[in-house]
């Protein structure tokens, strides 16, 4: 069995504040992990995975994110917010053998303030 | 790489009418996901395919839904006798776990209006 948690359904910051979303996973095999991006009225963009290699990962438009096994954090982070950055960002996992299903959080809206 | 390709991107119909849903994968991507995504709720796992074999279903998917994928390249998700319910974004992913990047593709989803 598998779950994801994001803490906080908003996030508010402003441009140029550090962002962080928060995601803690359960998972009863090692996982892989994903973030994806959300945009209105659009498909799920792969924004970095996380797939057993270096725990810390970097990825597209200035996004990164450290997998922690200790603490079953995958928190997404990003140095300097820009306001093309808003959107809704959501946590996945997927086990690393059999399905690959993935199963998402409930999504975090990242609000960027000019 | 195309990408993946859902049609169509819109569609509204009245309570109790059949619809039809068609999801274009990545060539190569042998397995296929569909997803239901209703508003301020992430994805929900509803059913996947490898090549043509339909592996797993959700508890999500009662009776009035089916979903095909006849010759291992495009599917599509049927819903009978539509119910205001059934209102979402219809995502279809696919994937090549073969693949060491295991990066799922999703498509830019079809959305449900039941009226």
């Known amino acids: 069995a598998q779950s994801v948690t994001q803490l906080g359904s908003h996030v508010s910051v402003s441009e140029g504040a550090l962002v962080l979303l928060r995601c803690n996973y359960s998972s009863s095999v090692p996982p892989y992990l994903f973030w994806y991006v959300q945009y209105p009225n659009q498909g799920l963009q792969l924004l970095l995975k996380?797939?057993?290699?270096?725990?810390l990962v970097k990825g597209i438009n200035g996004f990164e994110a450290e997998f922690k096994k200790s603490e079953t954090s995958f928190h997404l982070t990003k140095p300097s917010a820009h306001m093309s950055d808003a959107a809704e960002y959501f946590c996945?996992?997927?086990?690393?053998?059999?399905?690959?299903?993935?199963?998402f959080g409930r999504g975090t809206s990242l609000i960027v303030h000019p | 790489d195309t990408g993946v390709s859902q049609d169509p991107r819109h569609k509204i119909t009245k309570r109790g009418q059949n619809v039809t849903f068609r999801c274009d994968p990545i060539s190569e991507h042998n397995r296929l996901y569909w997803y239901r995504q209703t508003l301020g709720q992430g994805p929900e796992f509803l059913t996947y395919?490898?090549?043509?074999?339909?592996?797993?279903k959700s508890r999500l998917l009662s009776d009035r839904f089916s979903a095909e994928r006849p010759k291992g390249s495009f599917s599509t998700l049927e819903i009978q006798r539509t119910e205001q319910g059934d209102s979402a974004m219809y995502l279809c992913?696919?994937?090549?776990?073969?693949?060491?990047?295991?990066?799922?593709?999703f498509g830019s989803g079809t959305r449900l209006t039941v009226v």
């Open positions: 996380y797939t057993s290699a270096a725990t």
């Open positions: 395919f490898q090549n043509e074999a339909q592996l797993e």
């Open positions: 996945a996992v997927t086990p690393s053998g059999g399905s690959y299903i993935p199963t």
């Open positions: 992913a696919s994937v090549l776990p073969s693949r060491s990047d295991y990066g799922y593709t």
